[in-house]
């Protein structure tokens, strides 16, 4: 039987330091909005020709003195993902003929024009919806838990939760962060829903060692409770079922990141990185801090 509760400072000392390191990630760097917040338009094109995409952004930026233009490619459709300012229908017009003009018939496959407005709505409900999540799954913890009051309170039980998974949504974002800095990658919608599967995820597998320690509890007279020896034996009991659960699931987002869809890269990059921290989290982190909240 592995020692986890033995080794539970080192556990929860990499956690921390990769907390505290996405923390100053977020705080340093903030994040990059996409059009999805700031505004702006998303503009998926073909062309006949095929330019590169560099091309594309340096001659709209040229020739219509625009700051930024982010241009993507898209190999499953052979098609740019053209990012930039929003535009009206007037302009969208004008934008398309030099592009006709300079690199061939263009055709469009998708057209999405965002305002501030609507942008401004949308952080605050991804925000509110970040929160809520969190604070609901917690309570509802604290109620299923609400029969284990030895030797540690329901409460604590859903305290831990909630750190958890603070812990396995802050990292990814994170990394976003850095990305955003370095790389121009922007944080949208789709990111808000990867975020959340994460928690989604991550809570699954906390409780089921949480359920486990309550069921041994339960076959344990209080006389002769170990709790850390206990809680030990439950997260060794099901440490295969999270890591075999957890491994299919990151071989498949592994084959979505190296094959998929360009589009969808940071999305499942986001995911992929939570499930693997969350992973960690429910086995070596979650459980130990219990044991700590205990005494």
Partial sequence: MYDIIGKKYIFIGISALLLIGSIVSIGMYGFKEGIDFAGGTSWQVRFTKKPTSEAVADMLMKKFDLQEVIAI??????SIILRLGELTEENHGVYKAALEKEFGAVEELSYETIGPAIGNELRSKAAWAFFAVLLTISLYVAFAFRHVSRPVSSWKYALVTLGTLFHDAMIPLGVMAYLGHTQGVEINTNIVVAVLVIIGFSVHDTIVVFDRIR??????????????????????????RSLNTSLTL????TALLLFGSANLFYFVLVILIGVTVGTYSSIFVASPLLTLLKR
């Fill in 73 to 78: 490619p898209e190999p499953t459709t052979d």
């Fill in 215 to 240: 069921e041994n509890l339960r076959n344990e007279k209080s006389s002769t409770i170990n709790f850390d020896s206990l809680v030990n034996r439950s997260m060794n009991e099901t440490m295969i």
């Fill in 250 to 253: 990151i071989l498949t987002l």
